[in-house]
């Protein structure tokens, strides 16, 4: 079965930096894109980042462009999102996405804090 497992989330200071991991399996992992999304408490669930099959290409939420990179090892079945410039209003649960053969599958989440 699909399986979505992220990690590196914790409290960071304003301005800080964090990489995200989602570790997949159970599809054809170099065949998908991949994405992550992140909710805020009282807030609706926020596309962050989309990433291609081969990594080609991305794309990004507004709020986030030019501070987060995705990427991926397609090698390790990994997807990452590094976080750069951390403001207060990244605070969020962040999970990771895949679209495969028709279901949305959703990781447990992270959470993220950025807070002094």
Request: charged fraction near 15%.
């Amino acid at each position: 079965q699909v399986q979505l497992v992220e990690s590196g989330g914790g409290l960071v200071q304003p301005g800080g930096s964090l990489r995200l991991s989602c570790a997949a399996s159970g599809f054809t992992f170099s065949s998908a894109f991949m994405r992550w999304y992140r909710q805020a408490p009282g807030k609706e669930r926020e596309f962050v980042a989309t990433i291609t099959s081969t990594g080609s290409n991305t794309a990004y939420g507004d709020s986030v462009k030019g501070r987060f990179t995705i990427s991926r090892h397609n090698g390790k079945n990994t997807v990452y999102l590094q976080m750069n410039s951390l403001n207060p209003e990244d605070t969020a649960v962040y999970y990771c996405n895949v679209d495969w053969q028709g279901v949305k599958y959703w990781g447990r989440g992270t959470q993220v804090t950025v807070s002094s």
